[in-house]
């Protein structure tokens, strides 16, 4: 190995990139099994692409991530950013949060380094495993001078997703992480790179979102809606709540009953939609005194909606936030 590579520090999180069931099977095995040196040891080359350091955050499959985890891996990765020799991150975690994982890290590393998130939707113990590709593809682009100041990024299936827009779009497919509107960040083939987008919204050292001085996040409930939802449904969500994401039909819509309740339930709400394509606009949300999603999906609104309220409250403020990111 040699002194002149530049370092990567690879923090573990978990997921089927790092999980053992019986040979050859990709299902009914156990996520967060292996530990991310040994992920790594499985990656024929990757010590040619940098110089590697592991930490292991947690090892537990990405539906046990919590607003915990996101913030130790903000607040680590902003202090380790301090270090010149440090060139960039890969994070390795579960894909079936990995979206949100992605969104928030992409608000609150105050970096410019790259920080790449991938993971596996195959385990380890799999026929063509798929974690040793993305885990080495992930280390070339986080290694890659041509990577800093794009955000956090999600490596998947030879492909760069922008934090901001990806999102799981499958149970079972390789190729299961991917963006419905927009365009890729870059695409890899072998140790080559080609960059193609940028998104226009703020991230990073640009966004006003920190993990500085928290050790929480506001609790933030999703409500999916459908026909027959219950009209009372949003009130008992809001209970012990401090906003409200709703999951809506089409460009957000629900019932005329449930809508009536949004304006006092006394929490920020804001409208989304359950198809996760397409844009909800203000002037439909308006309607209910709520706040519009632009065009993100409602675990992401969710995500954006917790960051907002540790600033404010204000409904004119989160439309701006909400504008903006
Ligand atoms: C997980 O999200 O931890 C399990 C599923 C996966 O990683 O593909």
Known sequence: MSDELKKVVILGTGGTISGKGEAGKTT????????????????????????LEAEQICNVASDNITDKEWLRIAK??????????????VITHGTDTMDETAFFLNLTVK?????????????ATAISADGPMNLYQAVLTAACPEAAGRGVMVVFADRIYGGRDVQKRSTYIVTALDQVEGGLLGVIRDEEIRWYYESCRPHTVKSEFSPEGLEKLPVVRVLYF??????????RLAEGADGLVIAGAGAGGTSKELGKTFASLGIPV????????????????????????DNLPPQKAAVLLRLALTKTKERDELIRIFRTY
């Open 28 to 51: 009914g095995y156990s996520a967060g099994s292996i530990s991310v040196e040994d992920i790594i040891a499985s990656v024929p080359g990757i010590e040619k692409l940098a110089r």
């Open 76 to 89: 680590r990765i902003n202090e380790l950013a301090e270090d010149p020799e440090v060139c960039g991150f």
């Open 111 to 123: 970096t410019e380094k790259p920080v790449v998130i991938t993971g596996a939707m195959r385990p």
């Open 226 to 235: 459908h026909v027959d939802c219950d009209k009372d449904m949003a009130a």
């Open 270 to 293: 804001v409208i989304s939609s359950r198809i996760s394509s397409g844009t909800v606009t203000q002037s439909a949300a308006e309607r209910s005194g709520s706040v519009a999603a």
